[in-house]
């Protein structure tokens, strides 16, 4: 008498992940191969059914394994994707749904297309703010519905279209612009005493024209850090002298702090980029509550970088998140470009900055580059 093959089941087989994605490879065969053994042996040997059965069960425990291993790697890998996923049974049921369409569930009420309709479609919703494409189409006798963000996408795009408008208007306005500041300068030299303070405040309105020009401009094009060493100190002489150039109304007093150290980093646009934060300051306070205001400038080294300083009193921030955003403002005066512009500035220095919109305090920190 034959005594029926061994098999050793202590040891769960190891599983190759392309049988898991191929049920037709050669698992298939080895299992169809066993079950004819199977049936040889009970015909063969009869009283060997009880081993030879508890050998099959082991071989469907096995197979029962092998599938759930395959459904938790496909449930794992439509967990990665970045989309919402929604199937539904053609009778309007629902069958499958990942973390991410749980979360945002309700946009599903947002979808024109009934889950019976078998018609394929792409829509752009938005919803909580966001932009979403959502798709749907038939697979399998189900309706496959995918929402996927594109919120990204679509304010890049439209900043590009902004910006586009924005430097060719900044390009038609710059040559009158620059005519009615040569006008001004001229009518200064001949102008009466009491005519002045007109032209003064002529001249300070051209000035906010010409940086929100400069700004558009640079911020279109892009920007390249061309750093240089610099005394930290020389900037405080700069920005006093684009105070006197803005206009505004309440008693303000600055106080500067640069300490004459040298660093490397490009003075023009780190001008600019603290100027910002400057009118920035000094346009909270105009819209504040405060009769006095107070802005503080400082400029360091410390702890092996560079720190720039600027706080105020003004008016709160409406919403300390939008801060950095082009084109979009809460204020009475500018564009919403100037931090935007700073941002990017900073960032061209490899730097970065912080925030502490409770105490209406930025902090901004460049690399070490001292020398």
Avoid at 273 to 278: G, P, R, V, Y
Wanted: charged share 25%; proline share 4%; aromatic share 8%.
């Amino acid at each position: 008498m034959r005594s029926p093959k061994n098999t050793d089941k202590s040891v769960s087989p190891q599983i190759d992940p392309a049988q898991l994605l191929d049920p037709t490879q050669d698992r298939n065969d080895n299992d169809d191969k066993l079950g004819q053994d199977f049936l040889r042996e009970i015909q063969e040997n009869p009283e060997n059914i009880k081993q030879l059965l508890e050998e099959f069960i082991n071989i469907s425990y096995r197979y029962e394994k092998d599938v759930k291993d395959a459904k938790a790697l496909y449930e794992w890998l439509i967990e990665t994707l970045p989309q919402a996923i929604w199937v539904y049974n053609y009778d309007g049921s629902f069958f499958y749904r990942n973390t991410r369409a749980i979360e945002i569930s309700h946009i599903v009420e947002l979808i024109q297309a009934n889950p019976q309709d078998s018609l394929e479609s792409t829509l752009e919703i938005e919803c909580d703010k966001r932009i979403f494409l959502v798709q749907t189409s038939s697979f399998q006798n189900r309706l496959l519905i995918t929402a996927t963000d594109i919120t990204s996408q679509k304010r890049q795009a439209r900043l590009a279209s902004m910006g586009q408008i924005s430097a060719h208007l900044a390009h038609e306005i710059r040559n009158p612009i620059g005519s009615m500041s040569l006008l001004a300068a001229t009518l200064q030299k001949s102008a009466l005493q009491s005519q002045l303070p007109i032209i003064d405040e002529l001249q300070k309105s051209i000035f906010r024209v010409e940086r929100i020009i400069k700004a558009t401009l640079l911020f279109s094009k892009g920007i390249s850090a061309n750093k240089q060493p610099l005394r930290i100190c020389e900037l405080q002489d700069e920005l006093q002298a684009f105070v006197k150039s803005y206009s505004f109304s309440k008693d303000i007093a600055f106080h500067y702090a640069f300490a004459d150290k040298v660093a490397y980093m490009d003075k023009d646009l780190i001008l600019i980029a603290l100027q910002n934060f400057l009118f920035n300051a000094i346009d909270a306070i105009e819209e504040g509550d405060n009769e006095c205001g107070q802005v503080v400038l400082e400029g360091d080294i410390t702890q092996g970088e560079v720190c720039f300083l600027i706080k105020d009193n003004g008016k709160p921030f409406d919403n300390p998140n939008i801060l950095f955003e082009p084109f979009v403002t809460t204020k009475l005066k500018g564009n919403g470009l100037g931090l935007a512009l700073s941002n990017h500035i900073i960032q061209a220095h490899s730097g970065r900055i912080e925030l502490n919109a409770k105490d209406k305090e930025f902090r901004i920190y460049l690399p070490k580059v001292s020398v």
